[in-house]
């Protein structure tokens, strides 16, 4: 599975963009979800959402504030950014977990494919 982020860039603090991942194909993925890394910090969990369900889960840092939702006609997930903020700048990577693996919604641990980041950067 082939997973391709889009919607990255500069952007105003207060804004709200929007982050698109791509799947070469769902068949086999139980949930996508959004981590982001910023300088000199770990990678954290931020958002995910399963494909079956639509059940989302969301980082405390940003539950009330960005959206996930998926399109499972078009192998597409995305996350919607409300009400940015300079400390959301990071580069932000999509994942998948594949079924019948290892679960944790959380930890990077819990994913199997990995997309190249696309980087957010937040202007005051």
């Known amino acids: 599975v082939q997973l391709q982020a889009s919607g990255g860039g500069l952007v105003q603090a207060g804004d709200s963009p929007t982050l698109s991942c791509s799947a070469s194909?769902?068949?086999?993925?139980?949930?996508m979800g959004w981590f982001r890394q910023s300088p000199g910090k770990e990678r954290e969990f931020v958002a995910a959402?399963?494909?079956?369900?639509?059940?989302?889960y969301y980082a405390d840092s940003v539950k009330g504030r960005f959206t996930i939702s998926r399109d499972t006609a078009k192998s597409m997930a995305h996350l919607l950014m409300n009400s940015l903020k300079p400390e959301d700048t990071a580069v932000y990577y999509c994942?998948?977990?594949?079924?019948?693996?290892?679960?944790?919604?959380?930890?990077?641990?819990?994913?199997?494919?990995w997309g190249k980041g696309t980087l957010v950067t937040v202007s005051s």
């Open positions: 194909r769902t068949s086999s993925i139980y949930a």
């Open positions: 959402v399963t494909l079956s369900g639509g059940n989302t």
């Open positions: 994942a998948a977990d594949r079924m019948f693996s290892y679960r944790d919604f959380y930890s990077a641990k819990g994913y199997d494919y």
